[in-house]
Structures are given as C-alpha cells and as structure tokens.
C-alpha cells in the first residue's frame, strides 16, 4: 500500500502536468494536448481520462454518477470548468441536436404551412423554406416599399412645414428651412 505522503505527492504531479496542456484564455481554457473526439484526454494512473471531468473533480467536485458534463461554450476543447454543466446524458444529446434537428423532425412552417413536396423549397445549403410565406412574405416587402415611396413624396415636406414641434423657433435654423421649402413646395405665382 503507498504511503499517503506517495500518494499526494504523485496528485501534485498529474496536477503539474495537467497545467502545462492548457493555454488559459479569458474565456476558454484551450487544451492543447493529446485529444479524442474534440475532447481534450489525459493519462492518469494508465486509464486515460477526459481533460474536463479531471478538471471539474480537481477545481469544483466529483460529478455524480450518471452525469454528463455539457460543454455551455459548446468547445469540447475547453477546460474552463465555469463552461461545464453536469448533465443527464440525455439531456446533453437533446442540446447538443440543436436548432437543426429540431428543424427537421418539423412538418409545418411555423405560420402552419406543410412543408410538403409543393411547398417546399431547400437551399443550396440545405435549409428548407416555406414558398407560401416567402411569396407572403414578397407580397408585404413589395407593398411596404410603395408605402414608404408615396409617404417620401407626398406626406412628408406638408407634415414637415405644418407641424410646431419639427420646427424649432432658432434664428440660426430658419433660413436654410425656408429655402429647403421654397424648393420643395410649387410656386404659387
Ligand atoms: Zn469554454
Ligand atoms: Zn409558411
């Protein structure tokens, strides 16, 4: 049986070189050592090991049995253990699908429209569109831009002119507001 003194001295060690695989970061810790699957891995007592859940046993506690740890930063390579989040490993494959996942068990566009073989439209990359609210869509863009053209040309220099508040009473502002007027305004001679 080793000593107890053997043994703390042999922790010290791992620690030690545990810290020379990490480039520390305000943010992420990177691992920069040996690393499977994006994980960072380490030998501990010839079992490797996965360099965050050393990290986490080492700086915050032992992970419970069953748990995962989640990667918040989403950086497997990371050892920051403020990034790590015990996890039922369930729960880490559910976040880890993502938005994409989610996307795809979907059978309607979030209006209610199918995304059946006419009304579906797949990118380039991939991503499936909804025709009938791009068309919808189109239809408002197109309409907004008439609005907005007939409000430049006819609302605004009236509005401008007729309203207290938009003028404000300073002499150095008057005359460049009358002369942008007379420009704007037709004559009435
Ligand atoms: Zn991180
Ligand atoms: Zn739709």
Avoid at 28 to 50: F, M, N, P, Q
Avoid at 93 to 101: D, E, M, P, S
Avoid at 122 to 139: A, H, L
Wanted: with cysteine.
């Amino acid at each position: 049986m080793p000593k107890v003194q053997d043994t703390v001295l042999e922790q010290a060690k791992i620690e030690a070189r545990f810290w020379t695989k990490v480039n520390k970061t305000d943010g992420s810790w990177e691992w920069i050592a040996a690393k499977a699957a994006g994980y960072g891995v380490i030998w501990v007592d010839g079992r490797l090991v996965a360099a965050h859940r050393f990290v986490y046993e080492l700086l915050v506690g032992p992970i419970l049995a069953g748990l995962t740890l989640d990667h918040l930063c989403r950086n497997r390579a990371c050892v920051n253990p403020a990034h790590l989040e015990p996890v039922t490993s369930r729960e880490n494959t559910l976040r880890g699908q993502g938005i994409a996942a989610n996307e795809a068990r979907r059978t309607h566009c979030p209006q209610g429209h199918p995304y059946d073989l006419f009304n579906t439209h797949i990118s380039t990359s991939g991503e499936r569109y909804c025709r009938q609210c791009r068309r919808i869509r189109e239809r408002v863009r197109r309409a907004t831009a008439r609005t907005i053209q007939s409000a430049t040309k006819t609302q605004l220099p009236y509005g401008a002119a007729s309203s207290p508040a938009a003028v404000p009473a300073t002499r150095e502002l008057s005359p460049p507001r009358r002369a942008g007027l007379s420009e704007l305004l037709p004559s009435s001679d």
